[in-house]
């Protein structure tokens, strides 16, 4: 099986650190935060990796050079877009897609085993503690716990007979169009968009 990585996005909530690189080449405890996704796919011998790249993409293979396939956009495309093009190198009739910017643990076997098309779910904690309460009084506090809500992780299983657009998200532009099959995720899943949650993401990836 292949893999595409989405990686075009300029961070700007990451601002000044993506001034001079790209999102995924910022890095999390000392090594660029796409190199969790490469490591990620190569456990399940993910045979072909390809990144869709664009604001400052050459610094992705400045680094990686020939180790990976570089899709790279002239303008932005949107997450259908990118797909779409980087579907030329792709040989699989089933592939991985996934965020530059999403750390996780999906188990790949078991989400084959479920079959294409899938989008990979998990619970959200609570961005603060939460209290219970009876009667007017205070029950218990609950630390971030995790909500009863199930959100979309940003790794999907798809096969080559989904149409997508040539430019514009494919949350909104297919996934609303077609049956989709939900793979719960219980494992790890850390997301990066600030500083905070790089400082957040060093943290946790230590403690795993």
């Known amino acids: 099986m292949d893999a595409i990585i989405l990686a075009g996005g300029q961070g700007k909530r990451l601002r000044p650190l993506t001034d001079h690189m790209p999102k995924c080449m910022v890095p999390i405890n000392g090594k660029p935060m796409i190199q969790y996704q490469i490591d990620w796919l190569k456990r399940y011998n993910v045979k072909k990796i390809v ?3 664009g604001y400052k993409w050459k610094k992705i293979k400045e680094y990686y050079g020939d180790q990976l396939i570089y899709s790279v956009e ?3 495309l949107g997450t259908g877009g990118a797909i779409k093009q980087a579907l030329r190198y792709i040989d699989s009739h089933d592939y ?3 965020n530059c910017d999403d750390i996780n643990n999906v188990d790949i076997r078991k989400l084959e085993k479920m079959g294409s098309n899938a989008v990979c779910l998990s ?5 603060f503690g939460v209290v219970e309460i009876e009667k007017s009084m205070v029950k218990k ?3 971030k716990p995790l909500l009863p809500h199930w959100v979309n ?8 007979n989904l149409e997508l657009p040539d430019s514009g998200p ?3 532009l297919v996934f609303t169009k077609v049956k989709l099959k939900a793979y719960k995720h219980t494992g790890y899943w850390i997301t990066v968009n600030t500083e905070k949650d790089l400082e957040d993401a060093e943290k946790a990836l230590n403690k795993k």
């Open 141 to 143: 506090f609950r630390q």
């Open 153 to 160: 992780i940003g790794i999907y299983l798809l096969n080559k």
């Open 74 to 76: 002239k303008e932005p």
């Open 51 to 53: 990144v869709a790249a």
């Open 123 to 127: 619970k959200l904690p609570s961005p």
């Open 96 to 98: 991985i897609v996934a």
């Open 170 to 172: 494919i949350e909104d």
